[in-house]
C-alpha cells in the first residue's frame, strides 16, 4: 500500500518570503507524484507533476518540486510566495503498478497562508 | 481544455430524499472518478469507472450509487443519506486507468439535514 505524508499542516509566510513544503510517500516500486492546489472555495487544480527524468520540475505560478528518490520525497518550493498563494496543498502520489490502476493517494494537506 | 463540470454547485436534502450529483468531461478521457472531501482533510476516493465500467468501490456504503451512462458523463445517486455524509463531493477523470495525471471538477457541496 502506498502513503503520503506532509509534516507541515500550517505554515504562515510573509510575502516575499522563501517557501518549502515537505512531502514523503511510502512506496516500493515506481510512484507517479504530483501537488495539487485549492484556493478558498475553489477546486482542486494540478501545480505540477513528476514521472520521470529530470527530478526539478516546474510547475504554474513560479513553484517547483525535487524528487529525491533516495528520500522517498517531493518537497514543493517557490523563491517568493504572494499573498495570492493562500492555499491548501496536497501533495499525492500514484504507485505504479504492472497490471495497471489509478489510484491516487493523497497527503493531508498543508494550509499556507501569506500575510502582506 | 481540461475542464471537468459538476452539478449542482450545491445540494441541501433530507435524509429521506433521492438525489444525484451529475459529472462531465469532453476530454477524451476513459477513466472517471468520485471522492468525497471533508472540511480540511484530503480527498478520499469512493469510485472508479473505466471504460464505463466500475472498476473500484472503495467499500462505500450502499447510500451512494453511481452510474456511467456513457464516457463523458458520470452520476451520483444518494438515497437515504445520514448527516455525516455532508462533504464536498469531487468528481475527476483522466486518460484511462493508468493514465497518472487526473483533472478534478469544482464539487458539489452537499449537506444533509
Redesign the interface.
Known amino acids: 500500500a502506498q502513503s503520503v505524508s506532509q509534516h507541515n499542516h500550517h505554515v504562515i509566510l510573509s510575502e516575499a518570503a522563501s517557501l518549502e513544503l515537505g512531502c514523503n510517500y511510502s512506496y516500493g516500486g515506481t510512484v507517479?507524484l504530483?501537488w495539487?492546489v485549492q484556493y478558498p472555495g475553489?477546486?482542486?487544480?494540478?501545480l505540477l507533476?513528476y514521472?520521470s527524468g529530470d527530478p526539478l520540475v516546474k510547475g504554474i505560478k513560479g513553484f517547483e518540486a525535487e524528487f529525491i528518490k533516495s528520500k522517498f520525497s517531493f518537497n514543493l518550493r517557490k523563491p517568493s510566495v504572494q499573498w495570492s498563494d493562500t492555499a491548501?496543498y496536497?501533495c499525492a502520489v500514484?504507485g505504479i503498478l504492472t497490471g495497471?490502476?489509478?489510484?491516487?493517494t493523497?497527503?493531508?494537506?498543508t494550509?499556507l497562508k501569506v500575510e502582506l | 481544455d481540461t475542464e471537468v463540470t459538476q452539478t449542482p454547485k450545491h445540494l441541501v436534502m433530507g435524509m429521506t430524499n433521492k438525489k444525484s450529483l451529475k459529472c462531465e468531461q469532453h476530454m477524451g478521457h476513459r477513466a472517471m472518478y468520485w471522492y468525497k472531501q471533508k472540511a480540511k482533510k484530503p480527498p478520499e476516493l469512493m469510485f472508479v469507472y473505466s471504460y464505463e465500467k466500475l472498476s473500484i468501490n472503495e467499500s462505500v456504503p450502499s447510500r451512494f450509487s453511481p452510474e456511467c451512462p456513457n464516457s463523458s458523463l458520470l452520476n451520483l445517486h444518494l438515497h437515504a443519506l445520514q448527516p455525516e455524509d455532508s462533504a464536498l463531493y469531487l468528481c475527476a477523470s483522466s486518460q484511462g486507468t493508468s493514465g497518472p495525471t487526473q483533472y478534478f471538477g469544482p464539487g458539489t457541496r452537499l449537506t444533509v439535514l
Open positions: 507517479n504530483f495539487y475553489q477546486h482542486l487544480q494540478l507533476k514521472f491548501e496536497f500514484k495497471g490502476g489509478n489510484k491516487l493523497f497527503g493531508t494537506g494550509q
